[in-house]
C-alpha cells in the first residue's frame, strides 16, 4: 500500500516542531517555557506583544500575575504544593488567625497558598523568561508610570513580544466578513 508524505511548511518540519525543538536545546524546563510562550500568546497583540496589563473579567492584572496564576493548576497534585498547603494551615493555627468555621479557614489557607505560589511562580517565571530572551524567542521590556524602560523599577511592568520561531503561536487576526446581502433580481447565484 502507498502512503503519500506529509506535507510540511519547511524541509525541517513545521514551525511549532522546530520551535519546540529548539526549546528542548536552550531551556532547562521546555515544556515549562513552552506553556509560558503559548499562554502569552493567547493575549497577545497581532504585533506579537503582550502586557503590561491583561483584562481579567472586569479588572486589569499585570501580565506576571496573569501568568503565575495560569500555570498555577500544572501544580495541584504536587507533593510539594500539598505539603505547602498544610504548612500554612499549621502556621495560621498557631497564630490563631483560624476562625473554626471550616469553610472561612479553607478560604484563608487557599489564599494564603495562593499568595506564597505567585511569589515562587514570579521565580521561575522570570528564570524561563530569561531563557527565552537568550534564545531569541522572547524580548522583553518594562512599560509604566513614566518612560518606557529597559530596567524594571518606577511602577513599571513587564511587556513580553514574542520572536523569532515563537512569533508561529501568535494566532492571525480574523478575517473581516462581509455583511451578508439579500441577492437581487437579475443575479444568477445567491452569496
Known amino acids: 500500500m502507498f502512503h503519500a508524505p506529509l506535507p510540511s511548511r519547511a524541509a525541517g518540519g ?12 536552550c531551556c ?41 496564576d495560569a500555570l498555577t493548576p500544572m501544580g495541584h497534585r504536587d507533593p510539594r ?10 502556621e495560621l493555627r498557631k497564630e490563631e488567625r483560624l476562625t473554626g468555621d471550616a469553610a472561612a479557614d479553607e478560604a484563608l489557607v487557599q489564599d494564603e497558598v495562593r499568595m506564597r505560589v505567585r511569589t515562587s511562580g514570579k521565580t521561575n517565571l522570570s528564570r524561563a523568561v530569561s531563557e527565552l530572551v ?4 522572547l524580548k522583553r521590556h518594562y512599560q509604566g508610570f513614566r518612560v518606557d524602560h529597559l530596567n524594571r523599577g518606577a ?11 515563537a512569533r508561529a503561536l501568535v494566532s492571525a487576526p ?18
Open 14 to 25: 513545521s514551525d511549532v516542531s522546530l520551535l519546540l525543538d529548539q526549546l528542548s536545546h
Open 28 to 68: 532547562s524546563r521546555p515544556r515549562y517555557a513552552f506553556m509560558l510562550l503559548t499562554l502569552i500568546a493567547d493575549v497577545a497583540r497581532p504585533d506579537g506583544s503582550a502586557g503590561p496589563l491583561v483584562r481579567v473579567d472586569d479588572s486589569l492584572v499585570s501580565l506576571r500575575d496573569w501568568l503565575c
Open 81 to 90: 504544593r500539598m505539603a505547602l498547603v498544610e504548612r500554612v494551615r499549621d
Open 134 to 137: 537568550k534564545a531569541g524567542l
Open 155 to 165: 511602577q513599571r511592568q513587564a511587556v513580553y513580544t514574542l520572536t523569532g520561531r
Open 174 to 191: 480574523p478575517l473581516a466578513r462581509r455583511p451578508a446581502t439579500r441577492p437581487r433580481q437579475g443575479d444568477l447565484f445567491a452569496s
